[in-house]
C-alpha cells in the first residue's frame, strides 16, 4: 500500500513555473514507477509524464516534453513534476500516481494523490 500526497499547486501567470512534489509512504516506494495525470474541467484525466523505478526512463505527453522535467528522489520517497513555460491549457489538477510495476506506463496506475490545482493565467 502506498500512500501520495500532492503539494505545490497553485495560481502563476503563463511563462511562469511551479515545481509539484509528491510525497510517498511506505518502504516500497523506490520499487513504483510514478506518474503525473492531470484532469482540467470539462475533461477526462490526461497522462502528463512517468518516471521508472529507478529514474533510469521517462515519458512525457508531447504538449509538456520540453517544458516540463520529471524526477524522484528514493531515499525522500519523493516525485517532483518541474513545470516550465506554463500555458493557459495547463490548468489542471494535477495528480501523483504509483505503480508497482516498476516501469514507465501512461495508464493503469493502483495508487493516487488527492489532486493539487495549478491555475495559468494569461
Known amino acids: 500500500q502506498v500512500q501520495l500526497v500532492e503539494s505545490g499547486g497553485g495560481l502563476v501567470q503563463a511563462g511562469g513555473s511551479l515545481r509539484l512534489s509528491c510525497a510517498a509512504s511506505g518502504r516500497t516506494f523506490s520499487s513504483y514507477a510514478m506518474g503525473w495525470v492531470r484532469q482540467a474541467p470539462g475533461k477526462e484525466r490526461e497522462f502528463v509524464a512517468a518516471i521508472s523505478w529507478s529514474g533510469d526512463s521517462t515519458l512525457y505527453t508531447d504538449s509538456v516534453t520540453g517544458r516540463f522535467t520529471i524526477s524522484r528522489d528514493n531515499a525522500k520517497n519523493t516525485v517532483y513534476l518541474q513545470m516550465n513555460s506554463l500555458k493557459p491549457e495547463d490548468t489542471a489538477v494535477y495528480y501523483c500516481?504509483?505503480?508497482?510495476?516498476?516501469?514507465?506506463?501512461?495508464?493503469?496506475?493502483?495508487?493516487w494523490g488527492q489532486g493539487t490545482q495549478v491555475t495559468v493565467s494569461s
Open positions: 500516481a504509483a505503480d508497482p510495476g516498476g516501469l514507465v506506463v501512461v495508464e493503469g496506475y493502483d495508487y
